[in-house]
Nanobody, 112 residues
Framework: QVRLVESGGGLVQPGGSLRLSCAASGIIFSRSPMAWYRQAPGKQRELVAGITSGGGTNYVDSVKGRFTISRDNAKNTVYLQMNSLKPEDTAVYYC??????WGQGTQVTVSS
């Protein structure tokens, strides 16, 4: 079955950390560039971080220095480590192979 399944979201206080995971199946994961997107209520979905098949990364300016994307090709999994979280990071986070497949999303809420 071809799918992406996210996990790891939740409620965290400002300044806290979360790690999101996305498990892929049915694709040649090691050759797939992967990305994390997010969509906040009333806003368009935005690309947060991407990682190439070779491990090169890119980030939206608002998360640089706080978020880290990584991948484990042996586990067909991509991660998003999120530190120093802010209320404005609140959104549903999705993983995708740049728009071909999408996961169901995982809610991240940053609030005191």
């Amino acid at each position: 079955q071809v799918r992406l399944v996210e996990s790891g979201g939740g409620l965290v206080q400002p300044g806290g950390s979360l790690r999101l995971s996305c498990a892929a199946s049915g694709i040649i994961f090691s050759r797939s560039p992967m990305a994390w997107y997010r969509q906040a209520p009333g806003k368009q979905r935005e690309l947060v971080a991407g990682i190439t098949s070779g491990g090169g990364t890119n980030y939206v300016d608002s998360v640089k220095g706080r978020f880290t994307i990584s991948r484990d090709n042996a586990k067909n999994t991509v991660y998003l480590q999120m530190n120093s979280l802010k209320p404005e990071d609140t959104a549903v986070y999705y993983c995708s192979n740049y728009g071909v497949l999408w996961g169901q999303g995982t809610q991240v809420t940053v609030s005191s």
